[in-house]
């Protein structure tokens, strides 16, 4: 029996499309997306939400998650298999870090120095998270949660007003949780589809029926919550933040 081709390095890469596959698998739409909802749910909050302020928020945090940090993730043993060069990629994560930062120190003279520790931490988080340093201690479900679900409610909530409040940590909680869960349903699903090089085996039911066990069987319940709340979550937020505006 021929052996089955491997699968995609993730349910949303794209099969065949050169360089234009690799830019769309490294930017992980779903993901990006999903994160950037977090911006939007934390300037929801606000009592009057500005565009001027919110706008540069959300460029900021795809400049960073969605550009630098899923570049230097490329770096680490190219679990996307792309073929952007490894300089390509280390330009994209310094240049989308820097700006981000440019436009977080722009703010600065509109918000107040209190954008300061978020400017900070977030710089931190990126490169922390993503290149696995302090040898992994920041790499994690906990730390994962907390750089791309919590924090970026409570920097967008900031941006908005100029400080934080009981509301803002609540939203933030919530974003800690479903980023967690996120994370606890991707961990397994790459295992599958960037690790294992077969799955053998049969599920055995009380009435004696049997099903087998495959790689497509392990995915799908996993991929199709992820993919659930990618689109829950991000529209979602655009239905709040659009009530806010409208």
């Known amino acids: ?9 993730a349910y949303y890469a794209a099969a065949k499309g050169g360089w234009l596959r ?29 565009l001027f302020r919110l706008l540069p928020t959300v460029i900021a945090f795809f400049l960073a998650v969605g550009v630098a940090a899923h570049a230097l993730d490329e770096l680490r043993g ?3 298999r792309t ?12 240049v989308g870090l820097g700006s981000a930062v440019g436009l977080g120190i722009a703010g600065v003279s509109v918000i107040g120095f209190g954008m300061l520790p978020f400017i900070a931490a977030g710089v931190l988080f990126v490169f922390a998270y993503n290149l696995e ?16 679900g919590a924090f970026p409610v409570l920097t967008s909530y900031f941006a908005q007003t100029g400080r934080l409040s009981i509301p803002a940590f609540a939203v933030a909680a919530a974003a800690y949780a479903l980023s967690y869960g996120q994370r606890v349903l ?34 799908r319940p996993l991929e199709r919550a992820l993919n659930a709340f990618a689109w829950g979550v991000t529209l979602l937020s655009l239905g709040l933040i659009g009530a806010r505006m409208l």
């Open 186 to 219: 991707s961990t397994p699903a790459r295992l599958v589809r960037r690790k294992t090089r077969s799955v053998t085996g049969t599920l055995t039911l009380s009435d004696g029926t049997e099903m087998p066990i495959d790689e497509p069987a392990l995915l």
């Open 1 to 9: 029996m021929p052996e089955a081709p491997p699968l995609a390095p």
């Open 83 to 94: 073929t952007i060069p490894s300089s390509v990629l280390w330009v994209a994560a310094v």
């Open 78 to 80: 190219r679990p996307l």
């Open 22 to 50: 690799d830019v769309w698998s490294l930017l992980h739409p779903p993901y990006t997306a999903w994160h950037l909802s977090y911006v939007l749910l934390g300037a929801s909050l606000a009592p009057r939400v500005s």
């Open 133 to 148: 340093l302090l040898r992994g201690r920041l790499h994690g479900d906990f730390w994962f949660a907390l750089s791309w």
